[in-house]
């Protein structure tokens, strides 16, 4: 009996891990549905962007109160994960404090895991009262309903939850330092927990011992149904956000790529040798797809992007085509294509891997040929997104989509295609008229 706490930390500590890996594998695997991308640009480049953007959170401060509220939660979930690998290594292994022979650099450690604890709990307090308060605009767009709204404050409850978690814990560790009980050795310095502790005198040896018994299990157990809970959350961005901005865009925003397929076809235009009839060569790979119209025909940096979004709704809020009241959200964009990627990565796994069509796609089933056509291509969401996310290459890539596969543009669009076909610009004037207006008095 006296190694049975060890064994049930133990096997709750490979069901989290277990569970968290497995989700890990089927983000990894829906990913890969995407086709293979090279988007240019050295290591060094792409290190440098990851690290003044995720790590230094440099796009996040441009909005001062949420930049600096999610900076303080930011350092707080990393730092205080230290205290996490102590107490995976006491669940296992029976011991107390195990860091605690760090002496006095241990005493600052756990100071300052308290103080970041409480500023944590004050960020998240303010971060719900913006949401539910003050209802802020961008968080009550029409997108929001429902599960992500409700997914937005159980984090939030979660994060909570967790941090006074931990501050009990540490208070009643604190009394039973106080009363010199074995086991609980004078370790660490408590600034935020030994105030809590003053609630909890009176408490007998037992009752303090139960008390941080259980936020202990509880707050570890919080923590490894967190970690699995992240798959399903928004707050995939935690772990996300570093590759995100690892394989974000490096040239200029505006820039599309261009099509191997097209590029090939305007070169044989050119060549005044080849023969545009030729039939091609019996081993020649099929033709390419030009755009996309569901998950599959994105790039895989597109579906991480998808992942990847907090859904905080900067994008959205600055759209000048949301802003008029068009039916365009950039964040919708990415919220859909996450969730028709899930759609397809529930019947491979459903199926063991092998993809049946199902009747339905990213195109008309999830976002509107409305929504695609109301984007004016500023590239305003792109420059918005905190973790480096591109809607606007989604769009355009579905916007291609409709035009070359499908010849279903705009009525307007398609005259503007046609005026640049016949009279070499997008107006409505022959060549030779076009310089009129210039001997007009």
Not at 361 to 374: K, P, T
Request: glycine share 6%; hydrophobic share 45%; with cysteine.
């Amino acid at each position: 009996m006296q190694y049975l706490p060890n064994i049930l930390f133990l096997l709750a500590l490979i069901a989290g891990i277990g569970f968290f890996s497995r989700n890990i594998r089927r983000l990894i695997r829906n990913i890969k549905l995407g086709r293979e991308t090279h988007p240019g640009g050295s290591k060094g480049e792409r290190f440098g962007q990851m690290a003044r953007i995720a790590l230094g959170q440099s796009k996040m401060v441009v909005r001062p109160v949420a930049g600096i509220m999610h900076i303080i939660v930011y350092v707080g979930f990393v730092i205080i994960n230290i205290e996490v690998l102590e107490i995976i290594i006491d669940g296992l292994f029976g011991t107390h404090r195990i860091f605690a022979f760090l002496g006095p650099v241990y005493d600052g450690l756990i100071a300052s895991f308290e103080i970041l604890a409480l500023l944590v709990i004050v960020a998240v307090v303010v971060f719900w009262m913006r949401r539910n308060a003050l209802r802020l605009q961008r968080f009550w767009k029409p997108e929001m309903k429902g599960w992500p709204k409700r997914d937005a404050d159980l984090i939030l409850y979660i994060e909570v939850v967790l941090m006074f978690l931990f501050l009990t814990m540490n208070a009643a560790d604190y009394q039973l330092q106080q009363l010199g009980t074995a086991h609980y050795a004078e370790a660490g310095s408590f600034p935020i927990s030994s105030i809590i502790a003053q609630w909890m005198e009176g408490l007998s040896q037992e009752s303090l011992i139960l008390v941080e018994r259980t936020a202990w299990w509880l707050h570890i157990l919080g923590i490894l149904f967190f970690l699995n809970y992240l798959y399903y959350s928004k707050h995939l961005h935690i772990l996300l956000a570093f590759p995100n901005t690892y394989w974000g865009k490096l040239g200029p925003k505006g820039a599309f790529r261009n099509l191997e397929s097209v590029k090939k076809e305007v070169a044989l235009m050119m060549d005044p040798n080849a023969d545009p009839f030729a039939a091609p060569a019996e081993d020649a790979p099929p033709p390419e797809k030009f755009g996309a119209s569901d998950v599959m025909d994105l790039s895989r940096i597109q579906l991480l992007n998808a992942y990847s979004c907090t859904e905080c709704g900067r994008c959205t809020s600055e759209c000048p085509a949301n802003q008029t009241g068009k039916k365009l959200s950039p964040r919708k964009i990415m919220m859909d294509t996450r969730d028709r990627l899930e759609e397809v990565g529930k019947q491979l796994s459903q199926n063991k891997g092998k993809w049946e069509p199902d009747g339905k796609q990213l195109l008309d089933d999830y976002i509107s040929r409305e929504e695609l056509w109301a984007c004016t291509s500023c590239n305003a969401c792109v420059e918005a997104c905190p973790v480096s996310i591109d809607p606007l290459s989604i769009i355009m890539d579905m916007r291609q989509y409709l035009v070359m596969e499908q010849s279903a543009a705009p009525a307007e669009l398609n005259v503007m295609m046609g005026n640049i076909e016949n009279n070499g610009a997008p107006w409505p004037f022959n060549q030779m008229d076009r310089l009129n207006w210039a001997s007009e008095k």
